[in-house]
C-alpha cells in the first residue's frame, strides 16, 4: 500500500515536495517512481527508479524534479523545483513488485500565481 502527501497549491517557480509512504521495505520493489495526470490528459511517466539505482526522468522533468529515498522510514520523495503551470495534475506514487503494480492515492499539485 502507497500513501502520497505533501500536494497543494504553489506560485511559478517555487519549489514542493512530495512524499509517498510504503506499508513494506522499499526494497521489496523492482520498481517505484512517479506519474502524474493533467486534467483531460492521460497519465504520464514522472521518474521511474529501479533497484539497480537508475533513475529515468521524463524529459519535461529533467533538472527540476528530483527522486529521492528514505529506506529506513519506508519513504520516496519528489523534490519538485522551478515548477510552472504545465507541472499541474494529481501525482500518483507507483511501485512495481514482479508482475503486480501498486499506486497511491493522487496528491494534486497546483502551480498558479
Known amino acids: 500500500q502507497l500513501q502520497a502527501s505533501g500536494g497543494g497549491l504553489v506560485q511559478p517557480g517555487g519549489s514542493l515536495r512530495l512524499s509517498c509512504a510504503a506499508s513494506?521495505?522499499?526494497?521489496?520493489?523492482?520498481?517505484m517512481g512517479w506519474y502524474r495526470q493533467a486534467p483531460g490528459k492521460r497519465r504520464e511517466l514522472v521518474v521511474r527508479?529501479?533497484?539497480?539505482?537508475?533513475?529515468d526522468y521524463a524529459d519535461s522533468v529533467k533538472g527540476r524534479f528530483f527522486f529521492s529515498t528514505d529506506v529506513a522510514k519506508n519513504m520516496v520523495y519528489l523534490k519538485m523545483n522551478s515548477v510552472n503551470p504545465e507541472d499541474t495534475a494529481d501525482y500518483y506514487c507507483?511501485?512495481?513488485?514482479?508482475?503486480?503494480?501498486?499506486w497511491g492515492q493522487g496528491t494534486q499539485v497546483t502551480v498558479s500565481s
Open positions: 527508479f529501479t533497484s539497480a539505482g537508475i533513475a
Open positions: 513494506e521495505s522499499i526494497y521489496n520493489f523492482d520498481v
Open positions: 507507483n511501485a512495481q513488485q514482479s508482475t503486480s503494480t501498486y
